[in-house]
């Protein structure tokens, strides 16, 4: 009797640059696969295996290290920039090669290659094992387009100053309102390098990811389309806040920083519907002490309820006495379960930062946004949150590059209860919907999903 051929399984290795803002989306699209029949391994650098907190959702999804060559302080223990970039791509290259031998020989065998656009020397070694490629942007698409016309000299730097910045699909930017590594140009030349090297051999991949939606940035995507094969696959928020087609997907996965979900959301409970401004920079952002400051007095005047995340290393910066405060009207914590304040009917808006993750999830949770924007992408993505979209306003900077607290407050009046609150809040709703059906079945991230795990056969 002829025996029974076992059906092969398309397994693909994950591989994010190691922050948790690019951990979070490439996790949750792998997931994404995994419910479709394939396998996925996701490969972290030794030092944020040792940790990191991997959440129950994540169990389908297999874990190795590669190194950076800073196995036991990350970043944190390199000498700059330029200095951790150069070594993860000479040792990370050696090991990821290691890896995929490793895993050929003892199984199961690997088909693709997912990798973040941080890290274009992994196509190179994709294609060694003859691997199919596909770059991940875990940023916006128009940031890249941005990226991409600067890589190839298409836009003039530096920025001269009171001249728009033209760029097809996007709408004319000033200096300001481009990414800081252009607009700030030599400032962190090593991150500049990274960034725009993204494309640096993108036209040897086989498919170009974003974790955006179609219907969210139409005119940049159709024109990306016309030179490589773009497909959106976002946004990639856990499925149970969106289609919830996986019953247990409830968290991203993995956490950098242990969230106090007790005391943030039993907080909440006790505020009324929409009544919380939540405050939080993610998990990179460093603000100048004197913006710390300026965002606590704004906070403190405001006649609204708020939630503040200030990291441990942040927490000297606030001002003395403020957290003897009774925290009746406020509360501040070092970590939250962001996905679920933000969907808590007590929140009424997010000051935030403005990385990417944070606007998807505003939008498509549908929380109104103040943007504050401190470095990298943040302030075209702010751009885009009050000018594009219309979910929210920016926070422009005074005197000495910091948001004063006279200016966030009325930011933060304008959302809740000014004259653009209404048409803000009916902006919101229509993202919130138009997110939740382009991952939902049929919707267009869907769609592409589907067409990605067939072309992998």
Same mark, same amino acid.
């Given at each position: 009797m002829a025996s029974e051929e076992k059906v092969h399984?398309?397994?693909?290795?994950? @591989?994010?640059?190691?922050?948790?803002?690019?951990?979070?989306?490439?996790?949750?699209?792998? /997931?994404?696969?995994v419910a479709r029949g394939l396998r996925a391994t996701l490969a972290t650098t030794v030092h944020l295996a040792a940790t990191t907190l991997l959440h129950p959702s994540a169990a389908a999804i297999a874990v190795e290290t590669i190194s950076d060559g800073f196995d036991?302080? *990350?970043?944190?223990?390199?000498?700059?920039?330029?200095?951790?970039?150069?070594?993860?791509?000479?040792?990370?290259?050696?090991?990821?090669?290691q890896l995929i031998t490793r895993l050929? !020989?003892?199984?199961?065998?690997?088909?693709? %290659?997912?990798?973040?656009?941080? @890290?274009?020397?992994?196509?190179?070694?994709?294609?060694?094992?003859?691997?199919?490629?596909? $770059?991940?942007?875990?940023?916006?698409?128009?940031?890249?387009? $941005?990226?991409?016309?600067?890589?190839?000299?298409?836009?003039? %730097?530096?920025l001269s100053e009171g001249r728009p910045v033209l760029v097809p699909g996007l709408p004319p930017l000033e200096p300001w309102e481009t990414p800081s590594f252009v607009s700030d140009y030599g400032s962190y030349p090593g991150f500049y390098e990274m960034v725009v090297n993204q494309f640096s051999n993108i036209e040897k991949v086989d498919w170009v990811l974003f974790n955006s939606f179609y219907e969210l940035e139409e005119e940049v995507v159709d024109w990306m389309a016309q030179k490589w094969k773009v497909r959106t696959i976002g946004p990639t928020l856990p499925s149970m806040y969106m289609d919830k087609q996986l019953q247990d997907d409830t968290d991203y996965g993995i956490s950098l920083f242990k969230p106090e979900t007790?005391?943030? @959301?039993?907080?909440?409970?006790?505020?009324?519907?929409? !009544?919380? $401004?939540?405050?939080?920079?993610?998990?990179?952002?460093? @603000?100048?002490? +004197?913006?710390? +400051?300026? =965002?606590?007095?704004?906070?403190?005047?405001?006649?609204?309820?708020?939630?503040? $995340? #200030?990291?441990?290393?942040?927490?000297?910066? %606030?001002?003395?006495?403020?957290?003897?405060?009774?925290?009746? /009207?406020?509360? &501040?914590v070092t970590w939250s379960p962001q996905l679920e304040v933000l969907s808590h009917e007590s929140v009424g808006c997010f000051v935030t930062h403005c990385g990417f993750n944070s606007v998807l999830e505003a939008v498509s949770l549908g929380v109104p946004?103040?943007?504050?924007?401190?470095?990298?992408?943040?302030?075209?993505?702010?751009?885009?949150? +009050?000018? &594009?979209?219309? #979910?929210?306003?920016?926070?422009?900077?005074? +005197?000495?590059?910091?948001?004063?607290?006279?200016?966030?407050?009325?930011? =933060?009046?304008? #959302?809740?209860?000014?004259?653009?609150?209404?048409?803000? /809040?009916?902006?919101?709703? /229509?993202?919130?919907?138009?997110?939740?059906?382009?991952?939902?079945?049929? *919707? !267009? !991230?869907?769609?592409?999903?589907?067409?990605?795990?067939? *072309?992998?056969g």
């Amino acid at each position: 009797m002829a025996s029974e051929e076992k059906v092969h399984k398309a397994h693909v290795l994950v @591989l994010p640059y190691p922050a948790q803002g690019h951990i979070n989306p490439m996790l949750q699209f792998s /997931k994404r696969l995994v419910a479709r029949g394939l396998r996925a391994t996701l490969a972290t650098t030794v030092h944020l295996a040792a940790t990191t907190l991997l959440h129950p959702s994540a169990a389908a999804i297999a874990v190795e290290t590669i190194s950076d060559g800073f196995d036991h302080g *990350g970043y944190a223990q390199a000498k700059s920039p330029e200095d951790y970039l150069a070594q993860f791509r000479t040792t990370g290259a050696q090991t990821l090669t290691q890896l995929i031998t490793r895993l050929n !020989s003892s199984g199961p065998r690997v088909d693709a %290659l997912i990798y973040d656009g941080f @890290l274009p020397w992994a196509l190179d070694v994709a294609q060694q094992f003859g691997l199919v490629g596909a $770059i991940f942007f875990t940023q916006s698409c128009a940031v890249n387009n $941005i990226y991409y016309h600067a890589y190839e000299g298409l836009i003039r %730097l530096p920025l001269s100053e009171g001249r728009p910045v033209l760029v097809p699909g996007l709408p004319p930017l000033e200096p300001w309102e481009t990414p800081s590594f252009v607009s700030d140009y030599g400032s962190y030349p090593g991150f500049y390098e990274m960034v725009v090297n993204q494309f640096s051999n993108i036209e040897k991949v086989d498919w170009v990811l974003f974790n955006s939606f179609y219907e969210l940035e139409e005119e940049v995507v159709d024109w990306m389309a016309q030179k490589w094969k773009v497909r959106t696959i976002g946004p990639t928020l856990p499925s149970m806040y969106m289609d919830k087609q996986l019953q247990d997907d409830t968290d991203y996965g993995i956490s950098l920083f242990k969230p106090e979900t007790t005391s943030c @959301l039993n907080w909440l409970s006790t505020k009324p519907t929409k !009544s919380v $401004i939540y405050v939080s920079f993610g998990s990179m952002a460093e @603000l100048e002490t +004197e913006q710390v +400051e300026e =965002i606590a007095w704004a906070l403190n005047e405001t006649t609204y309820n708020f939630l503040w $995340i #200030v990291r441990a290393s942040e927490k000297s910066k %606030l001002p003395e006495n403020f957290l003897e405060c009774p925290n009746e /009207k406020g509360l &501040v914590v070092t970590w939250s379960p962001q996905l679920e304040v933000l969907s808590h009917e007590s929140v009424g808006c997010f000051v935030t930062h403005c990385g990417f993750n944070s606007v998807l999830e505003a939008v498509s949770l549908g929380v109104p946004v103040v943007g504050v924007p401190v470095w990298t992408d943040q302030g075209t993505n702010a751009k885009y949150v +009050e000018d &594009v979209w219309g #979910v929210g306003v920016r926070a422009r900077k005074g +005197e000495g590059g910091i948001v004063r607290r006279g200016n966030l407050g009325k930011c =933060i009046n304008e #959302v809740m209860r000014g004259q653009r609150a209404e048409e803000i /809040k009916r902006n919101v709703v /229509k993202w919130k919907s138009l997110a939740k059906e382009a991952i939902g079945e049929g *919707g !267009s !991230s869907n769609k592409n999903i589907d067409e990605f795990v067939a *072309g992998l056969g």
